[in-house]
């Protein structure tokens, strides 16, 4: 049986040529593109939702951290506009931290809110903002049972890609005969 060979022509032929056209080079390179944009968009994304993940945790932090001092109070002296404890009453030099006498936002960026819990400096930018109310339970004779303290936070998301603000809520009760 006699060998085949190719002649010149078949190996000039375009049917035989190996490589690729420029339409499927062009079709290949717009798939790795948009590949890559969503790797991209999806790595921006996890890294938004991690910053606000760790706000968040910034956030819970500080309130556990207020209503923990605050529950420790005298039940007495938890009054709208004194101390949240007597550590936290200003003098010496310690941060002045107050139950608020209103129900107004009030900034958390300040010296004496720093001092009292250092990683509020991550939100310098965010401008976060508290509110805290106690309310009284009174029992039939005027005499009060509980006082129940609320407290939120509020601050601008990262990036300010939402309107308005991220907003927490933590209530806490104390009794009179408990503390």
Known sequence: MRKQTASYYDIHNKRYRIGFTIVEVVIASTILSFIFIYVLLFLSYQRLQSRKAMEEAIMLDFMQHYMEIARNQSFFK????????????????????????DTNWYSLYTTNFR????????LKAENPEYSCAITNQVIAGGITRSKRITLQVRWRPPLMKTVGRITLKMDTVVYQGFN
Do not use: T, V
């Open 115 to 122: 001092n009292f819990h250092p990683d509020l400096e991550w």
């Open 78 to 101: 938890i009054i709208p506009g004194q101390p949240i404890n007597f550590l936290y009453d200003g003098a010496h030099g310690a941060p002045n931290i107050r139950f608020p006498a």
